[in-house]
């Protein structure tokens, strides 16, 4: 798995009408499904291994990245590059943290993001899942990169806002307003999962 960098091309949107109980279930049923495909974490384990290359002040750095998996009581995590290393192991309630600097890079807590794993951000959030607080609003056509997605607007209690895109010829969430492109999908035991992902921030493109 590699992280690469990815240029986000956003068309025309169109909305969608329909009465508000079918939205909310169209919407639920949507992300629902997207994320029994792809979260990988409901899984009793697994072995991630991705060599990650990022943007350092303009300049390419590589690194490595490993997640062991048998449970969200059991699990161990480490990322090295050069000038930094991390190691996480998540145990019954209890995390331990190493770290080679006292402050989190950027850089790094963007590749846990685009992974979907890290324990300040909780388990799972590649898949961008309802909580319990949020309640779906509406849902619109959108057309990114060229293909028409479904894009589910979601309202928390404090009045948050964002939006979940489905491509439902996939059934699989598009994170591509995010700056992520996700690649070539491939089954691990019963869920999918991209082997590439990319992400394009402030121009920079991370590979």
Same mark, same amino acid.
């Given at each position: 798995m590699r992280?690469?960098?990815?240029?986000?091309? !956003? /068309?025309l949107t169109?909305s =969608?009408?329909? @009465? @508000?109980?079918?939205?909310?279930? +169209?919407?639920e049923?949507?992300?629902?499904q =997207?994320?029994d +495909?792809?979260n990988i974490?409901?899984?009793p384990?697994? &072995?991630?291994d991705?060599?990650v290359r990022?943007d350092n002040?303009g %300049?390419?750095?590589? /690194?490595i990245y *490993? #997640?062991?998996? @048998?449970?969200?009581?059991?699990?161990?995590q480490?990322?090295?590059?050069p000038?930094?290393?991390?190691v996480?192991?998540?145990? +019954?309630?209890v995390?331990f #943290? %190493? &770290?080679? !600097?006292d402050?989190?890079p950027?850089r790094?807590?963007?590749?846990e993001r685009a992974?979907g794993?890290?324990?300040?951000f909780?388990?799972?959030r590649?898949?961008?899942?309802l909580?319990k607080d949020e309640?779906?609003k *509406?849902? &619109?056509q959108?057309k990114l =990169?060229?293909q028409v997605v479904?894009c589910? +607007?979601?309202? *928390?209690?404090?009045k948050n806002?964002?939006e979940?895109c !489905?491509?439902?010829?996939t059934g699989?969430?598009?994170r591509q307003k995010?700056?992520?492109?996700?690649?070539?999908f491939?089954?691990?035991?019963? %869920?999918?999962?991209?082997r590439s992902?990319?992400?394009?921030?402030?121009g920079? &493109?991370? *590979?």
């Amino acid at each position: 798995m590699r992280i690469a960098s990815f240029v986000l091309l !956003v /068309g025309l949107t169109v909305s =969608a009408h329909a @009465n @508000n109980s079918d939205v909310v279930a +169209k919407g639920e049923a949507l992300i629902q499904q =997207a994320q029994d +495909k792809t979260n990988i974490f409901a899984l009793p384990s697994f &072995r991630m291994d991705a060599t990650v290359r990022i943007d350092n002040f303009g %300049k390419p750095l590589d /690194g490595i990245y *490993s #997640l062991l998996w @048998n449970g969200p009581d059991r699990w161990r995590q480490e990322i090295t590059f050069p000038g930094y290393s991390e190691v996480q192991v998540g145990g +019954k309630g209890v995390v331990f #943290l %190493k &770290r080679s !600097v006292d402050v989190l890079p950027y850089r790094i807590s963007q590749l846990e993001r685009a992974l979907g794993f890290a324990s300040n951000f909780g388990v799972g959030r590649f898949n961008q899942s309802l909580v319990k607080d949020e309640t779906v609003k *509406s849902i &619109r056509q959108e057309k990114l =990169a060229g293909q028409v997605v479904q894009c589910i +607007k979601i309202v *928390s209690l404090d009045k948050n806002t964002r939006e979940v895109c !489905v491509d439902p010829s996939t059934g699989l969430i598009s994170r591509q307003k995010e700056g992520y492109a996700d690649a070539e999908f491939a089954p691990i035991g019963s %869920k999918v999962f991209p082997r590439s992902i990319s992400l394009s921030t402030d121009g920079k &493109r991370m *590979s």
